[in-house]
């Protein structure tokens, strides 16, 4: 069956444009490669504060001056029920079948629409007025206390869209300014420590300068967003079937920029000959056993799951570092039946850290049960944290393997490997 979106070998117009119709944007004059700023890339910008950056904390990657990007968009080798791509019509085959665009200029043009996304589609004007926004939300709800507060009243109240009302509410439920009672946004109050304490406007803002953000911390992120020092190689697609996947890595590196690239570990050949190599590499793992990797990763190549196998117990032989993620999916990979197999798949490989996170129901991912063609409810494979938490810790105990890092908001549980847990798994150098 033809695909609209690729004739001759040569990605179609009709493709970039159903893919910026989002927040994706299509580099390179042969359409294969994308940037995409992240959800922690806004969180940042909302706040400037590392309560709100993404996972990759804990390796001292700053989510406001990350590149999220792939330069394999719609080339992939496996059908994952957990992607959040539109790999039913934006999939457009397993090998990389277009002329590829040339390292330097891929670079330079993500690097352009990324200025280009900071300063014109996040721009600085929306979160400083997202600061005002909040001190007015919790000034009001303040002096009307005893009234019930829904996204819409407020909307009328303060007389600003529901959109600006919900992006300022989220931040201060965050940050446990607010509580919800339900999920529907139609009843929100103020923390009972807060009325208890606060008496005034200036009050508020006191508080939210201390506990959540300022203007001054706003701007300076901002600013400092034109600017990324990390390109996270991994938006969609496989990257390592970009032909010229080494030379990116390099030309990332040409501009003191740290790189990780995320692999699904099927093409061992490509990831030994990686010179340079990233930063970080990561292999996702996301089955104990072959079975259940056909199950869940559709795979559109032979003996896929024997190649993972493969490079993973060849990460040993790479100088970078190394990370396995586990992408759980309830009640699919995350039984507890299957940590002893985890287990001896990552002693085995010896990788530097092993990640257990769990994946995210969002975007083409919310397809699950129409992909595996079942009829349970979504919930069914949704791990919620306490859920990730539970098996995590259970595989820390059996493997012996301290848990160094947990961050509730992704989902995310970091174990050390073959690192000392005592160290500081910050990263300091692109060349580490």
Known sequence: MKNRYL???KITNEFVETYTKTTYRIIGEHKHSSIKPCYWLEQRLLTGRDNRNCYKGVFGIQSHKCLQNTPSLPFCNHQCVFCWRDIELGSLGSE???EPDEPKSLVDEMLRHHKDIIKNHL????????????????????????QNHSINSLNQKIHVSKNKIERAINLLKNQNFVKSENHTLNKFELDN?????????????????????????????????????????SL???????????????????????????????????ML???PLPTQLYITLPAPNEQIYKNICRPMIKSGWNRIMESLESLNTLSCRTL??????????????????YITIVKKANPNFFEIKGFTLQAKALQIKDRLKSDKPLQYY???????????????????????????????????????????????KPEL
């Open 7 to 9: 004739i001759d070998n």
């Open 96 to 98: 990389f079948i277009v």
């Open 123 to 146: 721009p600085l004007r929306r979160y400083l007025e997202n600061y005002e926004i909040m001190i007015d939300i919790l000034y009001y709800m303040l002096l009307n206390r005893d």
């Open 193 to 233: 420590d807060i009325q208890g304490c606060i008496d005034s406007r200036d009050e508020i803002e006191v508080l939210i300068n201390r506990e959540l953000t300022t203007p001054d911390e706003i701007m300076q992120t901002h600013s400092e967003a034109l600017h990324p020092n990390h390109a996270a190689i």
């Open 236 to 270: 969609d697609g496989e990257p390592l079937l970009y032909p010229k996947i080494s030379e990116l890595v390099h030309e990332f590196r040409n501009l003191n920029m740290t790189t990780f690239i995320v692999s699904n570990g099927t093409l061992t050949d490509k």
């Open 273 to 275: 000959n990686l010179d």
């Open 324 to 341: 396995i993620r586990l992408t759980g999916v309830k009640n699919l990979n995350l039984n507890e039946q299957y940590i002893q197999d």
């Open 382 to 428: 949704f791990p919620d944290y306490e859920y990730l938490e539970n098996f995590a810790l259970k595989f820390g105990k059996k493997s012996g393997f301290p848990l160094i890092y947990k961050n509730e908001a992704s989902r995310d549980f970091l174990f050390a490997i073959n690192w000392d847990k005592e160290k500081d798994p910050k990263i300091t």
